[in-house]
């Protein structure tokens, strides 16, 4: 077994030291070090499918004293998916300049607070994760010091700083409650709590900054100005899309165990997942901006994502892990590509970009395969993913919703590949060679996640999740449907429509988003004030009296 807290100090010490002593082989040394992080997570995972839970504390404190680290089926998967995105995006960059010792330095410290904040079992401890990882991602997206890429920086730091806030003081409240800040001392003691109201206050605070990372609606406005930031570079909005924004769901899930038995707001997140969804993809046609259309495609998924997490079915659930799992691989694939193809034409505007097909076959392939994993497209990851959450929710409305989000997706994808298509007269441009192997690499992730995607779910989870072929062969029939229908709403609507291009003009600054963020704690506290103290004891009352 590999012991827990290496996985967070290892890249951290090895940054502080290639920023100290900084070399001509400092690439290579990160790279083999990538290398060796991932043997080491595989390590790790399989011992975890072994003996189920791994439990570390550290100090030798007895009790819920000292900080603890955890490392489950799910937590040692994304310790995995962490280390394999690290290493592939090193490889990608490295012809790359900029790559020094200091870029390098954020880069990995960013690595080691999410491996600490997927192995945390201490509220405390996922709080300053949280705090620290904002300011490293503050940095990495000013890093090509812009005007624009500092502004959007320091949004993205205020805001963030804003909304763990209210983290913090829903971590005071359940201090003051239950006197441990571990999850299972507060699990264990859960019980002990004789009235669901106690919770409520530092619930909703804390699920208020859950909503901000996870970036749901309303909360999504520090989203694309993070990821599609102009001078980020490709690797780091990679990163933040495909990863990093992951850590507020991984947080939800772990939030929403600490509170199951007490307060269940499953209701109450399909919806939000609903909205973010649609609301997503309509915010994705707006944009003429390609990194854009990506940012708030990520905001789209994890409307879905929401949806399957929050429904009471195994397969519905483990269809949403999944998709976090498949959205990483792609929408890391489409950030490198695209940064590929920014740097090739000059622009990002997709209006004036055609015929990367001819210019660059290989980044354009490797998109579209990305593009039919995030689609559904039959025997891509994507496919698989969705497949499980539609048949988790079969029967009830938000299959309408799943649907509908999914055919958003393949609107604003009929756009996206418009600029593959077109005319191209001059040579091939050239891609570098550690770039090529990448996006092939990944591209072909998402086919195979798709073939294997049943077993895979089975093998990485203990699942036994099951997919029937003639259910499948009718999502396949489904999925041909709103391809045809997509096309004819996209040729026929979207792009004569000129409100849709209206809405990207709206702008939502830092005062507002605070406004937004109060107004999500103060629906999310009266829900749960009309559900635990109103509804609930009238209920009650009327069963107690029959």
């Not at 002593?21 to 400092?26: G, T």
């Not at 330095?105 to 996922?126: E, P, R, T, Y």
Request: aromatic share 14%; charged share 15%; with cysteine.
């Amino acid at each position: 077994m590999i012991r827990l807290y290496l996985f967070i100090l290892l890249p951290m010490l090895l940054a502080t030291v290639m920023y100290l002593f900084p070399n001509k082989h400092i690439k290579r040394i990160a790279i083999l070090f990538q290398a060796g992080l991932l043997v080491c997570a595989i390590v790790n995972f399989l011992y975890v499918k072994q003996y189920e839970t791994i439990f570390e504390r550290l100090g030798g404190w007895d009790g819920y004293v000292g900080i603890s680290l955890r490392a489950d089926a799910l937590s040692s998967v994304m310790l995995m998916l962490t280390a394999v995105l690290f290493l592939v995006m090193l490889i990608f960059n490295y012809s790359k300049d900029y790559v020094n010792n200091l870029f390098l330095f954020l880069f990995l410290v960013l690595q080691a607070l999410m491996m600490g904040i997927f192995l945390s079992n201490d509220l405390f401890n996922i709080y300053v994760l949280m705090e620290v990882s904002t300011i490293i991602v503050s940095i990495l997206i000013m890093f090509k010091k812009d005007s624009q890429s500092i502004y959007d920086g320091m949004i993205y730091l205020f805001v963030n700083i804003v909304g763990m806030a209210f983290f913090l003081f829903g971590i005071g409240f359940i201090y003051k409650i239950f006197g441990v800040l571990d999850f299972n001392g507060i699990k264990e003691k859960m019980h002990l709590i004789e009235h669901s109201k106690t919770l409520i206050i530092p619930y909703a605070l804390m699920i208020t900054a859950v909503g901000l990372k996870s970036a749901l609606m309303p909360l999504f406005s520090w989203l694309p100005k993070a990821h599609a930031t102009p001078s980020a570079p490709s690797i780091v909005s990679a990163i933040l899309s495909g990863l990093y924004v992951k850590t507020g769901i991984y947080l939800f899930i772990r939030v929403q165990e600490m509170y199951i038995g007490r307060i269940d707001m499953s209701e109450y997140f399909m919806v939000m997942g609903f909205l973010t969804g649609v609301i997503g993809f309509i915010l994705a046609l707006s944009q003429t901006d390609i990194k854009l259309i990506l940012a708030y495609h990520t905001i789209s998924q994890i409307g879905l994502i929401m949806i399957g997490l929050n429904y009471p079915d195994t397969n519905a659930y483990w269809g949403a892990v999944y998709h976090i799992i498949s959205h990483a691989f792609v929408k890391s694939t489409l950030f490198l590509t695209a940064g590929i193809i920014i740097e090739e034409y000059k622009t990002r505007n997709i209006w004036e970009i055609k015929g990367v097909f001819k210019r660059l076959p290989i980044v354009a392939t490797s998109s579209i395969l990305a593009i039919l994993g995030i689609t559904g497209a039959p025997f891509f990851n994507g496919s698989i993913s969705k497949y499980l959450i539609e048949s988790g929710i079969k029967g009830n409305m938000l299959e309408y919703g799943v649907l509908l989000i999914n055919l958003g997706t393949i609107i604003y994808f009929m756009k996206y590949l418009s600029m593959f298509w077109g005319k191209w007269e001059g040579p091939k441009a050239r891609v570098d060679k550690y770039r090529r192997v990448i996006i092939i690499i990944l591209g072909l992730l998402c086919f195979i996640g798709g073939l294997y995607g049943q077993g895979l779910i089975n093998y990485l989870f203990n699942q036994d999740v099951v997919i029937d072929l003639p259910s499948y062969m009718q999502k396949i029939i489904v999925y041909l449907a709103s391809l045809v229908v997509g096309v004819i709403i996209y040729k026929r609507i979207v792009l004569k429509s000129q409100i849709l291009y209206k809405v990207q003009e709206l702008k939502v600054g830092f005062n507002n988003v605070c406004l937004l963020i109060t107004i999500f704690f103060s629906v999310t506290l009266l829900y749960l004030v009309m559900k635990y103290m109103l509804l609930e004891p009238a209920v009650a009352s009327v069963a107690r009296f029959f």
